[in-house]
């Protein structure tokens, strides 16, 4: 019935978060909605004190996403029901996303070289080392099969064996570094069947933990700008060039934590005040 079913609601709001905790599932959603709706209002705020706006050009790329999204979603009734299930205004939605934008210019703008924030080569390097991250790239000869998972013969293994070795020989000739990357680019290119080399053609940039221990472990051993030996995975035979870090490949991770300490900063500085209705 329906009073059954307004118990039922009233029970699943008032129900604890987990066993050690005091607070409720509506405690945690009202504290949620409340960080949210402060940290848009002091972006914005923050961002019309810099200079930064949500511009005609803003408004255009905004109406051509949400044409988009209205198709994707199946049309102007199902994008109603989505904003309803939101608990937000057409109104409202715009005026996230123009919140969005002016973020976006101010990571844009405020982290520019000559800018009071922009990041050093030091700060860089840095937060590379502060992040434990390594760069390596890699040529992948698999033995199984990535579609089934399954494990390949005893004798296609003994092939990609053979290969791996064959290619290791020619790097191993190589002793200037320049040619050395550049042969390794041109046999990875080639010969690797790593599935992620496309969107990847740089090499991996990861920290502990994100990829297979064994290759996390043979990059580790490795010196930058040195070559592995033949080293095995449960996904194949892998021979890793580990490259020294480059600042350029961490300035979006730093300006996204600098940005991050900034808005936490924003927010310390203006407390949350709360109506009784809160």
């Given at each position: 019935?329906?009073?059954?079913?307004?118990?039922?609601?009233t029970?699943?709001?008032?129900?604890k978060?987990d066993?050690n905790s005091?607070?409720?599932?509506?405690?945690?959603?009202k504290?949620?909605?409340?960080?949210?709706a402060?940290m848009?209002?002091v972006?914005?705020a923050k961002?019309?004190?810099?200079?930064?706006?949500?511009t005609?050009?803003?408004k255009a790329?905004y109406?051509e996403d949400?044409?988009?999204?209205?198709?994707?979603?199946?049309?102007e009734d199902?994008?109603?029901?989505y904003?309803?299930?939101?608990?937000?205004?057409?109104?409202g939605?715009?005026h996230?996303s123009?919140?969005?934008?002016?973020?976006s210019?101010?990571?844009?703008?405020?982290?520019?070289?000559?800018?009071e924030?922009?990041?050093?080569?030091?700060d860089?390097?840095?937060y590379a080392?502060?992040?434990?991250?390594?760069?390596a790239?890699?040529?992948?000869?698999?033995?199984?099969d990535?579609?089934?998972?399954?494990?390949l013969?005893?004798?296609?293994k003994?092939?990609k064996?053979?290969?791996?070795d064959?290619?290791?020989?020619q790097l191993?000739t190589?002793?200037?570094?320049t040619?050395?990357?550049?042969k390794f680019?041109?046999l990875m290119?080639?010969n690797?069947?790593?599935?992620g080399?496309e969107?990847?053609?740089d090499?991996?940039v990861f920290?502990a933990?994100?990829?297979v221990?064994?290759?996390?472990?043979?990059?580790?051993s490795?010196?930058?700008?040195?070559?592995s030996?033949?080293?095995?995975?449960?996904f194949g035979y892998?021979?890793?060039?580990?490259l020294p870090l480059?600042p350029?490949?961490?300035r979006?991770?730093y300006?996204a934590?600098?940005?991050?300490?900034?808005?936490q900063?924003w927010?310390?500085?203006?407390p949350v005040e709360?109506?009784?209705a809160?």
């Amino acid at each position: 019935s329906m009073m059954q079913s307004d118990d039922s609601e009233t029970s699943f709001w008032d129900s604890k978060v987990d066993e050690n905790s005091d607070k409720t599932i509506a405690d945690q959603v009202k504290a949620a909605a409340q960080n949210y709706a402060a940290m848009y209002s002091v972006v914005e705020a923050k961002g019309k004190e810099e200079g930064y706006s949500y511009t005609s050009e803003d408004k255009a790329s905004y109406q051509e996403d949400l044409a988009t999204a209205k198709e994707q979603l199946g049309g102007e009734d199902a994008y109603a029901k989505y904003l309803k299930s939101m608990c937000i205004s057409n109104k409202g939605f715009e005026h996230l996303s123009s919140v969005s934008f002016i973020h976006s210019h101010m990571v844009d703008g405020m982290f520019q070289d000559g800018k009071e924030n922009a990041p050093t080569a030091e700060d860089l390097t840095q937060y590379a080392e502060d992040k434990d991250l390594l760069v390596a790239k890699h040529i992948l000869l698999l033995t199984k099969d990535m579609t089934t998972g399954e494990d390949l013969s005893d004798a296609e293994k003994a092939e990609k064996k053979a290969k791996a070795d064959d290619l290791l020989k020619q790097l191993q000739t190589i002793t200037d570094p320049t040619e050395l990357e550049s042969k390794f680019d041109e046999l990875m290119k080639a010969n690797s069947e790593d599935t992620g080399l496309e969107s990847s053609p740089d090499g991996y940039v990861f920290s502990a933990g994100k990829m297979v221990e064994a290759f996390e472990s043979a990059t580790r051993s490795l010196e930058p700008g040195q070559l592995s030996g033949i080293v095995e995975s449960e996904f194949g035979y892998h021979i890793i060039l580990r490259l020294p870090l480059d600042p350029a490949n961490f300035r979006s991770g730093y300006i996204a934590q600098q940005m991050t300490d900034l808005r936490q900063g924003w927010l310390d500085a203006n407390p949350v005040e709360t109506t009784e209705a809160f």
